[in-house]
């Protein structure tokens, strides 16, 4: 789909960085400090980096969206069109890596008008406007759709869409790919690139598959850490950074076009005893409207299943409705004897306790199941619902942060990690309790080349100790890393 996008002339917007850093409040460490770099205006850069490296800490940044005095510690300056960034107003539109937190009224169109009303853009403009944006996200639903029923894909082209409306001098975009179809990403990227053809404006977008955007791009600024002060590993076009640097910076977790990450082996044993199984399942949010169905499927320990199919095809629904989270719309779903071990066999009338060490989730939205004040606290909770000796509380939380390279952050607040942190914290708190069947929703998202790895790795170990692995993905390298069994979903 080429998408076509009319709007005003927008004069692009200069962003810099002067010696610049932000350590949030609550963490003890910088997400970034000592950032010097200029972004011309119209220039359209890829910022790259390892996870967790300070990228979506310096976009919040230039967007003005990170808040006070009271909320963390700043140092330098961060300028758009030579002002402090925090007053830019209207002239920085920004996509956040979460969609859920710039969903703010409950109606598709009215979400999308939001920013220009604030702008005060002109009654009779407005409405063509959010026409024409999510025409050119590719976001085919009715004005009045309730955003609550929009998948976690439909939000992020809400959300671009909102940026677009607004038409703002530089355009900020964090990971806005990620929860995407194929499809998705296509008419995403192309929304941008005519947006940008038409008003000439900046560009700085973080992703972590970067193949998609590189065509758009003419520059790539990639960050990392030395001590607690963040450098720039590369800086320049995409050819000199990528080519000429390849080896180097996908040893340091960026994806590299023509360095892909290891897979872990196959599986060494077949699959065991079928521990869930559907009949005839319909699936839905709410109640009388059906997402998805009628499936039949068996899950057996010691495999993963894999649920792929576009946005909006009821996966996620699907993955919820498995894991016990919420009730099926119409059929059946039923624990083995051995899973459901004394209780009725549909997961969704277990207790909370009954669901802890049978079955694991992990949502798509991180922030959706955080709990605690810091993250040893957060990878606890499980554990001590259970009942656990603190010893073993203490052991299991060590080993899963030093896994998932969490160890530093043991006493940061879950809220201040990068996007790609929120997820591995939430895998290892599933992990936590041991669960025997654990359904995972896009576990890579945020996830760098090394980490991304890691973290196939760890599910695949999961798998050879026979647990059962639901994994709800677009990301097909998964698919394949973990051979999983793939059932494709269509709306």
């Known amino acids: 789909m ?9 004069l692009p917007a200069a962003l810099e960085a002067r010696s610049w850093g932000w350590r949030y409040a609550t963490r003890r460490r910088w997400a970034l400090r000592e950032v010097s770099l200029t972004i011309e205006p119209g220039e359209r850069v890829l910022l790259l980096g390892a996870s967790g490296s300070g990228k979506s800490t310096l976009l919040q940044g230039l967007g003005g969206v990170l808040g006070g005095a009271d909320e963390g510690e700043e140092l330098g300056e961060l300028l758009v069109d030579g002002a402090p960034a925090a007053g830019a107003h209207g002239r920085v539109g920004m996509v956040l890596q979460d969609p859920d937190t710039q969903t703010i009224l409950t109606r598709v169109g009215d979400d999308v008008a939001f920013g220009c009303e604030n702008l005060g853009v002109p009654s009779d403009e407005i409405w063509p406007r959010v026409d024409a944006a999510l025409e050119a996200v590719g976001l085919d639903v ?6 609550a029923a929009l998948s976690g894909g439909q939000k992020q082209r809400l959300a671009l869409a909102g940026v677009l409306a607004m038409r703002p001098g530089a355009i900020l975009l964090d990971e806005p790919t990620a929860n995407l179809d194929p499809a998705g990403v296509g008419e995403v990227t192309d929304a941008v690139k005519a947006a940008l053809d038409a008003t000439g404006a900046t560009l700085v977008v973080i992703e972590h598959r970067i193949d998609v955007w590189l065509p758009l791009v003419d520059r790539v600024i990639v960050l990392g850490a030395a001590d607690e002060t963040t450098i720039v590993l590369a800086d320049g076009s995409p050819d000199a950074v990528l080519g000429e640097r390849g080896g180097e910076l996908a040893a340091a977790g960026v994806w590299v076009p023509g360095h892909p990450p290891a897979f872990p082996p196959a599986p060494a044993n077949r699959p065991g005893p079928v521990l ?13 409207v059906p997402v998805a169905g ?11 299943l894999g649920i792929a199919g576009a946005n909006g095809a009821g996966k996620s629904t699907l993955g ?39 079955i694991g989730a992990v949502l798509q939205s991180p922030e959706h199941q955080l709990l605690a004040r810091t993250v040893r606290e ?39 990690l990068s996007g790609g942190e929120k997820r591995r914290l939430t895998v290892a708190a599933a992990l936590a309790t041991q669960p025997r069947v654990l359904m995972l929703d896009e576990p890579t998202f945020g996830q760098d080349a090394v ?8 599910i ?19 698919m394949r890393a973990l051979h999983a069994r793939r059932i494709e979903l269509r709306p």
């Open 320 to 358: 919820l409705t498995l894991a016990g989270l919420i009730a099926a719309e119409s059929g059946q779903v039923a624990a083995s004897v051995e899973l459901a071990a004394g209780e009725r066999p549909d997961p969704a009338k277990w207790s909370s306790r009954a669901l802890l060490t049978r």
């Open 142 to 147: 009715p004005v009045e759709r309730s955003t």
């Open 451 to 458: 980490t991304w790895a890691e973290l196939v790795g760890i």
């Open 378 to 416: 957060e990878l606890s909770v499980g554990p001590r619902a259970l009942g656990l000796a603190e010893s073993e509380v203490a052991a299991r939380s060590d080993d899963l942060m030093r896994r998932l390279r969490l160890t530093a952050l043991a006493e940061a607040n879950p809220y201040t």
């Open 460 to 478: 695949a170990d999961l798998r050879e100790q026979g647990s059962a692995i639901i994994v709800v993905s677009h990301d097909d390298d998964v």
């Open 276 to 288: 869930l199984e559907t009949h005839d399942l319909v699936v839905s949010r709410r109640r009388g």
């Open 2 to 10: 080429t998408s076509s996008v009319t709007v005003d002339v927008t």
């Open 294 to 304: 009628p499936i039949d499927l068996h899950l057996c320990g010691g495999e993963v």
